[in-house]
């Protein structure tokens, strides 16, 4: 009975605004999402009570209150904010890839104001933007030239669009890759109008196959980097060398697509990744690289290469929908000014994690477990495991690591509490556990890591999500 008449007197919108309850709401959110969360939540619960949920009239706008509190804080949890990277993988696309250094967030910060953007202020005249960044690269990466775009995809496609608009760019079969989020090379020949001349075959292409490709309508030969997985077996093509030792014309560039960024030797920590001034000494006469993935920068597409190429490529009315903008820049400038300094292991966090020795991981995981309260902790057991890089690079290759880890029955809502909360947590889920891995987490996260575990895994032993 009580049900019928509470679905006759569902309040309305108005009303419920304007009621108390809803003050602080008010206040806190922009007027038209607070109403459509009401509405929303008005319809919850006429649905709730067509189900045959019991409620008076009088317990109606507390319901309603719940529900839109439920939807503020989703909507909370979808801003822009810090997350620790519990998964122990450094570049985690969805997690924003690479955390920038102090300095370069210092930096950030003073470029939100007006800036010498675009003019030199020794002469008081107007230069090229951001022309220090550019030098600092060139210098970095022993070329003659840079040139800073919004990210790698945008930096192939300015080559391609500046260099073979209308030509062919010839590339291997093997290397005709997508990248990721649906980044396919032959639609971006496509959408930059070069058109694709593929040559030899899925795993193997000589040097010959380049030499009998290039004709009168070439306009570049492309490498691009096997980012996000390899091949092993039956397998060859020429490296960077080999293919700017080829003998051909004037006209047509050797570009390549390093990818990672990477500028150090990672071979003491297990690593293979070939560096960016290997591909530059080699004769490339464009290198691209993000800035996001080894270089430990904010995201950005890097070139570097001839002066000559470098100019077609930043006369291409395409650049101007591709640039970086100061705030960008300005990371990118500081980030490079660390790789310079020789600073780069002490200085930017993508390298300080992929340096992190596996004991002191351990050594972490046992601080947060000793901090975790006795009838949690003894659920929480510690074990080795491996840090995948991530971010589409360097596949197949691990770090040693350590991680907390968890056995429960409810491993996705326990992963979802860790998500929401004051300090969201991103964990890894591997086969019946829920892994926390270190690697990834910074020491001044710790305390925040193991209270909010312990948080999670109480309310998991309660039952309640
Ligand atoms: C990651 C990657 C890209 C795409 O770089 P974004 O900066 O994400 O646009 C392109 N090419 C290679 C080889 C890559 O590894």
Redesign the pocket.
């Known amino acids: 009975m009580n049900r019928l008449e509470s679905l006759r007197q569902l309040p309305a919108v108005d009303e419920l605004l304007r009621c108390e309850l809803f003050a602080a709401l008010r206040h806190q959110n922009a007027h038209t999402m607070l109403v459509d969360w009401i509405q929303h939540s008005i319809e919850q619960v006429r649905g709730e009570l067509s189900a045959g949920r019991e409620m008076n009239v009088e317990q109606l706008p507390a319901r309603i209150y719940q529900l839109v509190l439920q939807q503020q804080l989703v909507d909370q949890h979808r801003r822009i904010q810090p997350v620790i990277n519990a998964t122990g993988i450094i570049l985690h696309?969805n997690l924003g890839?690479s955390p920038l250094a102090l300095a370069a967030l210092e930096r950030m910060q003073l470029a939100t104001a007006y800036t010498n953007l675009e003019m030199e202020l020794d002469s008081g005249k107007r230069s090229a933007r951001a022309a220090r960044v550019t030098d600092l690269l060139a210098r970095l990466t022993g070329t003659e030239d840079a040139l800073v775009v919004?990210?790698?995809?945008?930096?192939?496609m300015l080559a391609l669009q500046a260099t073979s608009f209308g030509r062919e760019a010839i590339i291997s079969r093997g290397q005709l890759?997508e990248?990721?989020?649906g980044?396919r090379l032959p639609e971006v020949f496509q959408a930059a109008g070069a058109i694709l001349r593929e040559i030899g075959t899925t795993n193997r292409t000589y040097l010959s196959d380049y030499q009998t490709a290039m004709c009168e309508s070439t306009g570049a030969i492309l490498r691009?980097?096997?980012?996000?997985f390899f091949q092993s077996g039956f397998v060859t093509e020429p490296s960077v060398k080999e293919l700017a030792g080829l003998k051909r014309p004037d006209h047509i560039p050797l570009i390549d697509?390093?990818?990672?960024g990477n500028m150090v030797d990672l071979s003491p920590f297990g690593l293979k990744e070939a560096r960016v001034v290997e591909s530059v000494a080699a004769g490339s006469d464009l290198c691209?690289?993000?800035?996001?993935?080894l270089f430990g920068g904010p995201?950005?597409?890097i070139v570097v290469g001839k002066k000559r190429w470098v100019d077609r490529l930043r006369k291409s009315p395409m650049l101007r929908g591709l640039r970086a903008d100061k705030v960008t820049l300005s990371a990118l400038e500081a980030t490079v000014e660390i790789h310079l300094s020789g600073k780069a292991f002490e200085q930017l966090p993508v390298l300080q994690m992929v340096s992190k020795r596996s004991d002191s991981i351990q050594a972490n995981c046992v601080a947060v477990r000793e901090r975790l309260s006795p009838s949690v902790r003894e659920r929480v057991r510690i074990i080795a495991c491996q840090s995948p890089i991530g971010?589409?690079?360097l596949p197949g290759q691990t770090l040693p690591s350590f991680a907390l880890a968890v056995q429960s029955p409810h491993l996705e809502n326990l992963a979802r509490s860790l998500r929401m909360g004051v300090r969201p947590i991103q964990s890894r889920l591997c086969e019946d556990r829920l892994l926390l891995d270190l690697r990834t987490v910074d020491e001044k996260e710790l305390n925040s890591l193991a209270s909010r575990l312990d948080e999670a895994l109480s309310a998991d032993a309660k039952g309640t999500p």
């Open positions: 696309t890839r919004n990210n790698c995809a945008g930096a192939m890759v990248i990721g989020g980044f691009v980097h096997r980012s996000n697509d390093a990818g990672s691209l690289f993000s800035g996001d993935k995201q950005a597409g971010g589409g690079t």
